[in-house]
Structure formats: C-alpha cells, structure tokens
C-alpha cells in the first residue's frame, strides 16, 4: 500500500563505523559526503583518527573501543539506524565492539567493507584482527564489498596470487560467500580486464589486462550464493581515486536505507562510483585533482555540483530575473549602473541642464538603433507572434521618439537638431554590442542583451520616484517628467510582459546557456553605465558620424 501522501516520511539514517580521514577523502568523511548526496541521513562512530592527506597517512590515533560501543550505542538508541556501513575498524577490540553492538541491536543489514590497507600502503588493520574479522563479522554482513587484495587476504591467500580472468575472481567471490556473508560484491577496482570471446579461456568473458591498451573494462563480481552477476563498467584513467572504496560502501549503504534491493543497491553504488570517476577525467570536466600528493580524492560531491549547475535546481520557475541580477559576474555592475551619478543627480534636480541635453540627443540615436536591434530580434524568430510582438516594440519606439522630440523641444533642441546628431563612441559601442551579440547568438541573447535597458530604466525611475530624496514636482525638478515616463503605466507594464516572455524562454536551459546569457547581460549593463558616464563628462569630440 502506497503510505498516504500526508503521511511524513521517515529521513533513511545510515551509521557509518570507520576511521577518519583528516584531509577528507576517505573514512568517515567519505561516508558522510556521499551519504549526503543520496539524500540520507548520516551518522558516525569513529573507530580512529588519522592524519592522512593526499601523500599518505602519517600517523593513527585508535580510539578506545569502550568508547566506540558509547558513540554506537548513542546514535541507535536515540535517533535509530536502518543500516549500519563499517570502514576502517583499526584494532581487534573494535571488531569485537561492533559484532556485539549488531547483535545486541539486532541489526541485519550491514554493508561491511573490510579496510585493511590504504591505496597509500599504510596498514589500517592489524594482521592480528583479521582472523576476528572473519568470524565476528563476516556472518553479520548483510553485503561484504572487499577489493581484491581483501579479498585474498580474507582467504588466507598470498598477496601476489596471480589472476587471469574473471572466472577466478568469481571464485573468489563464491569462496568468501561460504565465509558467511548475505552477498559478496567483490570489486574488481584493482584488476583491468579486456573482453574476451567466452571460448577463450573466460566463461564470463573477460581476462586481465596485460598492457595498457588492454585496460578496457572495470568488472565486479556479485554472488549471492545462487548467482553471479558482472557490473561491467569502462576502465577510468585517472588519479581521483582515494576513498572510492569507502564511497561505494556508502552509496550502497545509503541506497539500502532508501528501501532497494541489495542487488539494485549495488548496482546503483557501482553506478555512481563510475560517474564520480568519470567526472574527474579532465578532459571531459575540467576538475582539478584536490591536494598535491598522487592520491587524489573521489570526486564525491559530483552530483550535488551538477544538481548546484542544474538551472530546474538553482532557478525556481519564474525566478530568472532574480536569480540574474543577484549573480556574482552582475550584482556590483548592476548596482554601478542603476545608482550612477547622473541619474542620482537627476533625482535631486541638481544635474547640468546642457549634460542632460547632450544625453538626450544620444539617447535619439540610441533609439533608432535599438530598433534595428528589435527588428532582428522579429527576423531571428520563426513564430508570427514573436515576430508581430517586435514589430509593435518598434512602433512603440517610433511613438517614444515623437516624444522624445516634442520633449527635447522644451529644452530647446529642434528635430532637426536631433537628427544630424552624430553618436557618442558609448552609444556606438553599447548598440552595435546590442546588434552584434543578436547577429552571432539566439534570438534570446539578443533579448537579454536589451534586457538591461527595459528593466534598468524602471528599476532606476522606480527608485528616484519612492526615494524621499527626490523633487517631485515639475517646478521643483525639471527632469521629473522623465522619472515619472519610466514608472508610468504603459512602462510598467511593457516591463511585466518583458519579464513574463523572458522567464518562460529560459525554462529548461542548461548551466551553460545561463552562463552566456550572465555574460552578455553584464556587459550590456557596462554599456549602460557607460552611456551615463557620457551623458556626465562626455565630449561632441568623441562622437563619429558612423552613417558615413
Ligand atoms: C580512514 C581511512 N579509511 C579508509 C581508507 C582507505 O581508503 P583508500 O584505499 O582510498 O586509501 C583510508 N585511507 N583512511
């Protein structure tokens, strides 16, 4: 029966039992990552402290197993644990602890990861504590996921055992099962394989590698005491692989917590260990290994950082806007254009009648090009309404200019005046940047690269408008008429239908496309304080008659 959807849902808690690793690529740290990014609730019970890094563990500190049965017991009695994930258990004494802590608490599902050695050759468990290993927790794992050098030492084997295809590591598998585990993941991390013909000497089809060209495939073996099962993933050049033991047991453990199978939870721990190997390939992602020493860590939080990179994440619907003017490439830009001097002092009244006259007839030039730039945004759609939508922004513009001209007469610039007018290099630059980023990108760049224009010049008129510092009769402000244009009606609303239009276009976008449209936006935001910065000290000097 499905629970009813009012019904809360229990959080899945996982208690990892290992050791901590201080610079956070394996152990508990680890476990604790990659616990998170499946949504699961983590908990620890640390069984040693090392101080280790990237060159290697340089010194363990054992902690007392009277201690660990305290930190066990604390996390079961009170929050209460599904599945219990052990790592490095570092003495004898804390085999014995957790044995009797899994019986006492009678806890079944287990993922038991028998850490002995670290990928940097340092011994986490003592040869002494193997033979309790064996008999206290081997019968208590629910899955037992040993590498192969575990796995030989587990079975009394020499380190050096010679292995030539799967179908001895699949002994291997069969043989640790009798030992007393539920299933055996036994990993094949440690061995590359190439497929093979199964008539040549691999009835599971496939034999170790022998040179480099040959590392083609990474083979797992799961045996459950009925059958075995491969995950056979690519081999994954690459040096992030710290911790990826600790991190598999982890997914695992997390997605048993989560209510899969075992075989489902393997599958999907071994899923995710190869995406995370896969991401730190630089030449697909461009990650930079952590730390100097040769033995990088797992890339553990890949997911969460292409969830963070994914927009559905990051950008609530509708939230586009928000999300664009709180970027960190926009934030100060915006700021510096919409609270510039000029337009502060025009809020005040206080702005030199002849710098407003020289801003206003480069604002005439801007407009015609700025619709052009509406022009090809209606060329660039295929839609009839798109292309109707920017027909009326055009007629809009021509209608504004009128205005503009009968407004301009009041300061005593004729039409005429007008339009010989030549443009400023910042309203050059700032409308062929419009154009340009239209001609090159998608009708939607072109959109964003005139956003900053539609949303600055309400967000700028707004503020003047409800500031108290501001003059807000005629009489008292001459360029009060023109704040009030900006927050009037028709304005407004041509803003609202611009935001509406804007939010459903970037709908399912990618990180990538967010980030260029980020790009083209803070550029025309410079533009535009560009533009005022003219309107404050720039020179008819610096103006060319780009229509010739
Ligand atoms: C605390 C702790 N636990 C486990 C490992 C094994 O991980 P690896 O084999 O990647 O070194 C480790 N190095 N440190």
Known sequence: ????????????????????DSSGGAGIE??????????VYGMTAITALTAQNTHGVNEVHVVPAVFLAKEIAACVEDVGVDIVKTGMLASEESIRVVASALQEY???????????????????????????????????????????????????????????SIDEVVLLAQRLHALGPNVVLLK????????????????????????????????????DGEEVDLIVNDWVKTTCTHGTGCSLASAIAANLARGHSARDAIREGCRFISEALKS????????????????????????????????????????????????PKVKDIWYQYTHHEFVDKMGKGTLDVERFKFYLQQDYLFLIQFARANSLSGYKSGRLDDICRSAAIV?????????????????????EELEKGVEHQACTAYTRFVLDTGVKGTQLHLQIAMLPCLLGYFAIADR??????????????????????????????????????????????????LEELVEVFAVACKMETGFWEMGMRGQPTESFDVKK
């Open 464 to 513: 003047l408008y409800t500031s108290r510092t501001i003059r807000t009769t005629e009489e008292g402000n001459i360029y009060y008429k023109w704040i009030q244009n900006y927050v009037a009606e028709d304005y407004r609303e041509a803003v609202v239908n611009g935001k509406q239009l804007l939010e459903k276009a970037v709908e399912g976008l990618g990180s990538s496309t």
């Open 395 to 415: 007629l809009h513009i021509q209608k504004e200019m009128a205005l503009h001209i009968n407004y301009c007469a009041g300061f005593g610039i004729s039409k």
């Open 106 to 164: 009678s806890i079944e599902k287990t993922v038991i990861d028998p850490v002995m050695i670290s990928t940097s050759n340092y011994q986490l468990l003592p040869d002494s504590a193997v033979s309790a290993y064996i008999t206290e927790l081997l019968p208590r794992a629910y899955i037992l996921t040993p590498n192969i050098p575990e796995a030989l030492r587990l079975l009394n084997l020499p380190a050096i055992y010679e292995l030539r």
């Open 30 to 39: 680890a476990d604790l990552k990659v616990i998170t990014s499946h949504g």
């Open 188 to 223: 094949g991390g440690h061995l590359p394989f190439k497929p093979s013909p199964r008539q040549c000497g691999s009835k599971y089809g496939f034999v170790v590698a022998e040179s480099e060209s040959e590392k083609i495939s990474a083979v797992d073996v799961i045996y």
């Open 1 to 20: 029966m499905n629970p009813r959807p009012d019904t809360p849902r229990r959080t899945p808690r996982v208690l990892t039992i290992a050791g901590s």
């Open 280 to 327: 730190t390939q630089s030449a697909i992602m461009s990650h930079v290994p952590i730390g100097n020493g040769p033995y990088s860590p797992l890339n553990h939080l890949y997911r969460i950082n292409k969830l963070l990179d994914s927009p559905s994440v990051h950008i609530p619907p509708g939230g586009f806007i928000d999300w664009l003017l709180r970027h």
